[in-house]
C-alpha cells in the first residue's frame, strides 16, 4: 500500500488505504511519529475490519470480533489468529 502525506491520519484515528490491487489496510497513528499498519480483512471470514477509537481497538462488525490496536491479536470472537501486518510506503 502506498501513502501518500495526505494519507496520514491524526493519532489515535485510522484511516483506510487502498493498494492498486483492491486490497485494503487500515493505517492507525500511535503516536507523532508511530504508525501501525493491518490488512482490513478479518481472518475468520474476510469482513472489513474497522477502527474503534472509543474503545482504542479494531473491530469486525460480522462476528463481533475484536483486535489489540497494536499488535492485531485476537482481544476476543471468532478468529482464530489476528490481523495481518501490512506494509505501507511512503509515495
Same mark, same amino acid.
Given at each position: ?24 489496510? @487500515? @493505517? ?7 504508525t ?5 480483512? +478479518? ?16 473491530? +469486525? ?13 485476537? @482481544?476476543?470472537? /471468532? /478468529?482464530?489468529r489476528? @490481523?495481518? /501486518? ?6
Amino acid at each position: 500500500v502506498v501513502l501518500d502525506d495526505g494519507d496520514v491520519p491524526a493519532v489515535g484515528e485510522a484511516r483506510t488505504l487502498r493498494a492498486a490491487d483492491g486490497r485494503e489496510a @487500515l @493505517l492507525l497513528r500511535v503516536g507523532d511519529d508511530a504508525t501501525i499498519a493491518f490488512d482490513r480483512r +478479518c481472518p475468520h471470514l474476510g469482513c472489513p475490519v474497522l477502527w474503534s477509537a472509543e474503545r482504542t481497538r479494531f473491530e +469486525c462488525p460480522c462476528h463481533h470480533a475484536a483486535f489489540d490496536a497494536r499488535t492485531g491479536e485476537v @482481544l476476543f470472537g /471468532p /478468529p482464530r489468529r489476528g @490481523l495481518a /501486518p501490512a506494509i505501507v510506503r511512503r509515495a
